[in-house]
């Protein structure tokens, strides 16, 4: 029965199977160990980069890495219980550059590249990262000329507007 609830002879040279009854109140001492099992646990960390819709045509789609750490341990299979190995583990999202559209700015033009460090201290925290790029339209310029075909005279005038702004002018 104690085989079954995790428990292992503590010594290999000791003799079960021809215990006699061969003297009254005889006492056999049994040692055991609790049996310890290897394991592993894994943790997914992503990095998520949103990109902010330009408009209805212009979309980019957002962007997700991820990293996977497994972390070793042994398990104690009479109480239970994992001790984890406490090694660091490290480990780097890689450099992401966002996508240039023309007429617009983007504010983050690029993400550097991101280390993630985990041990069993911080093993249950949230590395998640999230990054959001939002893009601007830029200033753009329009010159309207204005060609007097009666006395070939011209005039200009400059509107300044955004990028796929309509323009108004009289």
Do not use: C
Not at 91 to 113: A, R
């Amino acid at each position: 029965k104690w085989l079954n609830n995790g428990y292992v002879l503590a010594h290999e040279n000791q003799e079960l199977d021809n215990i006699k009854f061969d003297e009254p109140n005889k006492e056999i001492e049994i040692e055991l160990k609790h049996k310890q099992v290897p394991t592993t646990r894994k943790k997914v960390v992503k990095e998520t980069v949103i990109y902010s819709a330009i408009d209805d045509e212009i979309t980019i789609p957002s962007k997700v890495e991820t990293l996977t750490f497994i972390q070793k341990g042994t398990k104690d299979l009479v109480n239970d219980t994992v001790s984890w190995d406490n090694q660091v583990l490290s480990k780097s999202f890689p450099k992401i550059i966002s996508p240039k559209i023309q007429g617009y700015t983007q504010n983050i033009e690029e993400i550097k590249e991101m280390p993630v460090n985990i041990d069993t201290s911080t093993w249950n925290d949230n590395f998640d990262i999230k990054h959001v790029v939002n893009y601007s339209p830029d200033e753009q310029n329009i010159i309207i000329k204005y060609v007097d075909q009666t006395d070939n005279s011209s005039m200009s005038k400059k509107l300044t507007g955004h990028t796929n702004e309509v323009a108004h002018y009289s």
